[in-house]
């Protein structure tokens, strides 16, 4: 069984940093694509980042460009999201999602998804 588990949400203030991880079994995570999405209140749930199997490539959403780095950790099964410069527009519930295929990028590709975890963002 496939287990996505989000942590280190929270609420900061504009200009703060936090780091999200997701930790990931019951895949052969090396060869799972993984990102992050957001779900802003009362929006749809939006593509943020996404990491290839090996971390080789990654893909950016335009607004989190250069405040926002995903990393991997394949012997730990683990992706980071690091997120910098935090904007109140920021806020909203983020979640890791896992594609067998190279890099997905679409809410419709990934396969698995966790259930979240939730960052505010306080001007």
């Known amino acids: 069984q496939v287990q996505l588990v989000e942590s280190g949400g929270g609420s900061v203030q504009a200009g703060g940093s936090l780091r999200l991880s997701c930790a990931a079994s019951g895949l052969a995570f090396s060869t799972y694509s993984m990102g992050w999405f957001r779900r802003a209140p009362g929006k749809e749930r939006d593509f943020v980042v996404a990491?290839?199997?090996?971390?080789?490539?990654?893909y950016y959403a335009d607004s989190v460009k250069g405040r926002f780095t995903i990393s991997r950790d394949n012997a730990k099964n683990t992706v980071l999201l690091q997120m910098n410069s935090l904007k109140p527009e920021d806020t909203a519930v983020y979640y890791c999602?896992?594609?067998?295929?190279?890099?997905?990028?679409?809410?419709?590709?990934?396969?698995?998804w966790g259930q979240g975890t939730q960052v505010t963002v306080s001007s």
């Open positions: 999602a896992a594609d067998k295929s190279y890099l997905a990028l679409r809410n419709s590709e990934f396969e698995y």
């Open positions: 990491i290839s199997w090996s971390g080789a490539r990654t």
